[in-house]
Nanobody
Framework: QVQLVESGGGLVRAGASLRLSCAAS????????MGWFRQAPGKEREFVAA????????VYADSVKGRFTISRDNAKKTMALQMNSLKPEDAAVYYC????????????????????WGQGTQVTVSS
């Protein structure tokens, strides 16, 4: 079984930075892609970023490309999302997720491809 817990959310000004973390309770994260999604009030949950099982391949939504960086540390069983130059439109609840499919070359960006989800952490950006 896999349990995921996000942390690091908060209130920041536009242009500021924030780093989100995701801790997994599984023995290892071997072979599994992981990602971040976000959901703002009144909107569908949308893809933000994903990373392959070995960290070699990353995928980003166009809206965050160049500003956000996803990373993982399989030894520590953690994943992070470094968010720079935050904009008001980045405000949302951010969710950590994991795909049980093994050794995929490219991490998926579809919500339905992921199997485990955290409870989410709130990010608020003021102008």
């Amino acid at each position: 079984q896999v349990q995921l817990v996000e942390s690091g959310g908060g209130l920041v000004r536009a242009g500021a930075s924030l780093r989100l973390s995701c801790a997994a309770s599984a023995r290892t994260l071997s072979g599994c892609a992981m990602g971040w999604f976000r959901q703002a009030p009144g909107k569908e949950r949308e893809f933000v970023a994903a990373i392959s099982w070995d960290g070699a391949t990353t995928v980003y939504a166009d809206s965050v490309k160049g500003r956000f960086t996803i990373s993982r540390d399989n030894a520590k069983k953690t994943m992070a999302l470094q968010m720079n130059s935050l904009k008001p439109e980045d405000a949302a609840v951010y969710y950590c997720t994991l795909d049980l499919s093994q050794y995929q070359t490219r991490p998926p960006s579809s919500l339905t491809d992921y199997d485990y989800w955290g409870q989410g952490t709130q990010v608020t950006v003021s102008s």
